[in-house]
């Protein structure tokens, strides 16, 4: 209890810090210069903060302006950015099409909060050791004090003509083995890795993530989400919807038993983008945690791919993620094994819909309703067909 109290009155303090700061933000509207600023917001990202971060090492080469056009917003605000250069800038081939994402608002620096400064560290430390499609990030910052955050990226909508899936993106067969195989390569990379107790111990678990979220009122959000979806959850799972949060915090055992990877831990179809050619990314990676691989593979097979398409490969997938992963990392589980931990990872996978349809007062509006609704319909929907009770039930025997 003595813990408990004292983590909130830590988090109360964290958030009036945060709010003090952003008022602040707001009235003085100060404009980062250097490379050492934080932009509070990408209205504050300056020509002069752009040379330091993107012209380094090149004699000469400036950003002569910086244009914002256009963008949307969720956890945190996205906006594209278009930069101009002198001479020697374009003479480098310096990027021009930008993406940055910052926190100006008191809920998006509430709803980022730690996950910012893991999002960073991704970027620097561990994005350079991975071969998969994913944005490449040229600079990342966080302020503990303000919550201010700032991430900017390559364009890829300039740089590989990608278009970001939305809730209605189909997603081919071979696109949805493309997935597979992301999500083998970098859980394989760092699966059981020793470097969680070295250099990656900053990785948070996905437990903490998890009870970050029950801490500020997840579970009182997804009651409510379940009654206000129930047209699009099947009857069997509704009808058992008081089960669904005792399920979801049995299956956070698995992560604390079994051998650890990294996990991206929110692979829904809207952080997946397609390039050009084809190639499917993952950007986003704001939870990235560690935990056990089949909470990536099952929230991924269950919500990038439409039901009848899911219903149709889901063991295929499944298959062809456990092959990879004993050729990379000798993982030796069996089917039947690893089917059963995707059933049951399902419960956690829906807990991050039901609280993105009916959020917290401290946390912004982070995907159109129409998006919440169809996860949580194909997560519900692979709950029901795949009874995940029933292997909850066993799990606790």
């Known amino acids: 209890m003595k813990d408990s109290s004292r983590s909130e009155g830590v988090h109360f303090r964290a958030r009036g810090r945060m709010a003090v700061h952003t008022i602040w933000d707001y009235i003085t509207r100060p404009i980062?210069?250097?490379?050492?600023?934080?932009?509070?917001?990408?209205e504050a990202i300056s020509a002069d903060w752009l040379t330091a971060v993107l012209c380094r090492g090149i004699k000469d080469a400036r950003v002569t302006s910086v244009e914002i056009c256009g963008g949307d917003q969720g956890s945190s605000v996205r906006r594209n950015l278009k930069a101009?250069?002198?001479?020697?800038?374009?003479?480098?081939?310096?990027?021009?099409?930008?993406?940055?994402?910052?926190?100006?608002?008191?809920?998006?620096?509430?709803?980022?909060?730690?996950?910012?400064?893991?999002e960073?560290?991704?970027?620097?430390?561990?994005?350079?050791?991975?071969?998969?499609e994913a944005p490449i990030c040229y600079h990342s910052a966080w302020d503990r004090n303000s919550g201010r955050s700032v991430h900017l990226f390559n364009d890829v909508v300039f740089s590989k003509a990608a278009r970001f899936c939305r809730w209605q993106t189909p997603i081919s067969r071979q696109q949805a083995e493309q997935i597979i195989d992301t999500l083998a390569a970098f859980h394989s990379r760092y699966y059981d890795s020793a470097r969680f107790t070295s250099d990656l111990k900053w990785v948070r678990t996905f437990e903490d993530f998890f009870h970050a979220g029950e801490r500020v009122g997840l579970q009182e959000c997804h009651e409510r989400a379940m009654l206000q979806a129930e047209e699009v959850i099947p009857v069997d799972v509704s009808r058992r919807r008081t089960e669904v949060w005792p399920a979801t915090i049995r299956a956070l055992a698995l992560h604390k038993k079994a051998p650890r990877t990294l996990i991206h831990s929110d692979v829904h179809l809207g952080n997946w983008y397609i390039t050009g050619d084809g190639r499917m990314g993952l950007c986003d990676w704001q939870c990235l945690g560690t935990g056990h691989w089949a909470r990536d593979v099952s929230y991924a097979i269950s919500t990038t791919l439409a039901i009848e398409d899911r219903r149709a490969w889901e063991r295929d997938l499944l298959e062809r993620y456990l092959e990879q992963m004993r050729k990379q990392c000798g993982l030796a589980v069996s089917f039947e094994q690893a089917w059963n931990l995707c059933r049951q990872q399902l419960f956690p996978a829906l807990l991050m819909w039901t609280p993105t349809l009916v959020h917290t007062r401290t946390t912004p509006d982070m995907q159109p309703e129409e998006m919440s609704l169809e996860m949580i319909k194909r997560i519900t929907a692979a709950i029901s067909d795949l009874d995940s009770f029933k292997i909850d039930a066993l799990s606790q025997n």
């Open 120 to 132: 960073a560290r991704f970027y620097r430390q561990i994005r350079p050791e991975l071969n998969i």
């Open 32 to 42: 980062a210069k250097t490379i050492d600023d934080v932009p509070w917001s990408a």
């Open 84 to 118: 101009t250069y002198n001479e020697e800038g374009k003479r480098a081939g310096l990027p021009e099409h930008l993406f940055c994402k910052t926190t100006p608002t008191v809920l998006t620096r509430l709803a980022t909060g730690l996950s910012s400064a893991g």
